[in-house]
């Protein structure tokens, strides 16, 4: 049984988006002890900024007239594929960066679509399960001033569920910039109020996982 776990942020110390996955992994790993952990993180290890535009340009040159960088990018894509199609769950852990879509997550999505496994009208991660956890320093609830304004979560839960085809559960954090924005002081007690919610989302979630893989199995 194989957990495959991506990370984007690019800090790993005080990383909330981190604390909210290891919630999810401590989870899935009770219920499955001793078994791999398949880890890509792409905020402290980016996808080369490059590798999308290498990959897509590739598929119009026969293999023996590729460049180097091609030929690389069309390596790096096919890993990648390699460890969503091995891995039996998936656990994505996000941040909002600038109120979209984090570069280097989208990057990863990008190449892994590049691959021919991955294209238009393929699904061969059909069903399987995945956690999204998402993390956001302001608060975009609703009747919030920035409902709304989180226009990555609503485009991760489209490529993940409806392009991918993952089932798809997701743990979203508000308020982590708490604590380190003084002007946000005065929401002290309810950001941790809702941390102690997402984590509790997040271990349950992250048992769901195990189950729900059980039942594609079955
Ligand atoms: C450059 C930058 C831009 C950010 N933009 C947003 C934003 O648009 N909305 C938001 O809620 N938080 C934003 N944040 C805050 C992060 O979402 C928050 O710090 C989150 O906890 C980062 O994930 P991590 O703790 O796993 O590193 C931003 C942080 C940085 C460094």
Do not use: C
């Not at 219920?31 to 905020?43: D, K, M, S, W």
């Not at 590729?66 to 996000?94: G, H, K, M, N, S």
């Not at 590049?114 to 320093?137: C, N, S, Y």
């Amino acid at each position: 049984m194989t957990l495959f776990r991506l990370d984007a942020s690019f800090r790993v110390e005080g990383s909330h988006s981190r604390a909210v996955a290891d919630v999810v992994e401590a989870a899935w790993t009770e219920a499955n002890p001793g078994e791999r952990v398949l880890r890509r993180h792409v905020g402290t290890d980016p996808i080369p900024a490059t590798a999308w535009g290498d990959a897509v340009t590739a598929a119009y040159v026969p293999e023996d007239q590729r460049t180097p960088a091609q030929r690389e990018a069309v390596a790096l894509a096919a890993t990648l594929v390699d460890e969503l199609l091995e891995a039996d769950a998936l656990l994505f852990a996000v941040p909002l960066f600038n109120f979209g879509v984090s570069q280097h997550f989208k990057s990863y999505v990008d190449l892994v679509i590049a691959d021919p496994r991955m294209g238009p009208g393929q699904t061969p991660l059909a069903g399987k399960p995945a956690e999204l956890v998402v993390v956001r320093g302001g608060n975009y609830r609703a009747g919030t001033p920035r409902e709304g304004w989180d226009h990555a979560t609503p485009w991760m839960r489209r490529v993940l569920a409806d392009v991918w085809g993952l089932d798809v559960t997701v743990t979203e954090t508000d308020f982590t910039l708490v604590g380190v924005n003084p002007a946000m002081d005065q929401f002290k007690d309810m950001a941790a109020e809702m941390r102690a919610e997402s984590e509790a989302v997040a271990r349950q979630h992250g048992a769901e996982l195990s189950r729900r893989r059980a039942e594609v199995a079955a």
